[in-house]
């Protein structure tokens, strides 16, 4: 039985006569940018996971930069990243100015933690970007009680998350979505929003996010075109009622993984306290993962190594990543693995994929991989 990676396409099947009833509407109602449905849905998206404000922009990576400037990071200042993670949350930060400082994470959580940060601060540190990495939320109230200092919370993989009954996207000074496709939350293109408490923060982002205007006359920053469209909230508002349901269901896929005895073979994600994760991936670790990465895809199981080269080793980052030394990181990059992970992965297709897993090792163990026969590594 063949498992992908990631299945996009069961959780919306009972909702696709809905969904194209509401973009109809949007069709015939002749509104598509600024309309009835995004403010219908930053409100409702607000009220969801219960902060004052949601800003509703074009992707993921706007919604990072465009949050860094309302929280009043510019030129000459510090923000501190992590290296381990996907490349946008250190890219958003050159447009405003500043300077990333890439962090190491914890090696268990894959997540920052506040003295991974706390290692990183200079005098000229301005704001945290602490990202919750495959859906896990990272302690960022630990985070702000430590350093002082504005955190953005990079959820774009954490929408439907909860730590001690708060919802990811409400833990920081203000946070970030990703409405891409295979996101917790998705739209059929790109899409993002912005969530905070702060209304200075929430009123800049919605004056940068429209070319730095309030009225289309008078320009009072150098600001963005990043706009989410009419069409893709139609989308996520017929599909955000759902996600406390998907997010229950990848807790359940987690749960079922680990009841039939996964982590006999590899080494399983680990949560913070009070965390239920998301899990937007699941991401398991072992010595030679790229190896089983092989094996398994020739099993029929899909399955990816993510962040190979992490962060602050991309060509693009070497002005900053040079002689940066984080040791968590680099030994994640080697050995994480994300398996199948749905809202609707079974107890079947999770025994199906232990057992492919457990099949992939016994073969490898018997097969040398620096012999002649040995599959050769698929890559990152």
Not at 53 to 59: I, L, P, T
Not at 212 to 231: A, M, Q
Request: with cysteine; net charge negative.
């Amino acid at each position: 039985m063949a498992v992908a990676l990631f299945d996009t396409t069961t959780p919306l099947a009972p909702l696709r006569q809905q969904i194209i009833e509401r973009l109809t509407a949007v069709v015939n109602g002749g509104r598509y940018v600024l309309g009835p449905e995004v403010q219908g849905f930053e409100r409702e998206f607000a009220q969801y996971l219960g902060v004052v404000h949601v800003v509703g922009v074009a992707n993921g990576t706007d919604a990072l930069t465009i949050a860094l400037r309302a929280a009043g990071v510019g030129p000459g200042d510090e923000v501190v990243v992590p290296s381990f993670t996907f490349y946008a949350s250190a890219e958003a930060i050159i447009p405003t100015g500043a300077t990333p400082v890439f962090c190491d994470v914890d090696e268990e959580t894959a997540n920052v933690t506040a003295e991974t940060v706390s290692a990183a601060l200079t005098p000229r540190t301005k704001a945290v970007v602490a990202v919750d990495l495959f859906g896990n939320p990272a302690p960022i109230a630990e985070i702000r009680e430590r350093t002082g200092l504005p955190v953005i919370e990079d959820a774009a993989q954490a929408a439907g998350a909860r730590v001690a009954g708060r919802h990811a996207g409400s833990l920081g000074t203000v946070a970030t979505f990703s409405f891409f496709p295979s996101k917790n939350l998705p739209c059929f293109g790109d899409g993002g929003a912005i969530a905070t408490d702060d209304s200075q923060i929430a009123d800049r982002a919605r004056v940068l996010r429209s070319h730095g205007s309030r009225d289309k006359t008078i320009f009072e920053h150098v600001g963005y075109n990043s706009r989410l469209d009419e069409l893709q909230a139609a989308v996520l508002r017929v599909l955000l009622p759902y996600l406390d349901e998907w997010a229950a269901g990848r807790r359940a896929a987690a749960a079922n993984y680990e009841a039939a005895g996964l982590g006999e073979h590899v080494t399983l994600p680990a949560s913070g306290p009070g965390n239920e994760p998301a899990w937007h991936l699941y991401v398991v670790r072992h010595p030679d993962a790229e190896h089983l990465c092989s094996a398994l895809e020739r099993a029929g199981v899909e399955a990816r190594g993510y962040y190979r080269t992490p962060v602050h080793r991309q060509p693009a980052m070497a002005r900053w990543g040079a002689g940066v030394e984080l040791p968590a990181t680099e030994q994640l990059a080697r050995t994480n693995l994300a398996i199948p992970m749905s809202p609707v992965l079974t107890s079947e297709q999770a025994r199906e994929v232990i057992s492919a897993i457990a099949g992939a090792l016994a073969s490898m163990h018997a097969t040398p991989a620096g012999s002649a026969s040995a599959s050769p590594p698929s890559g990152g």
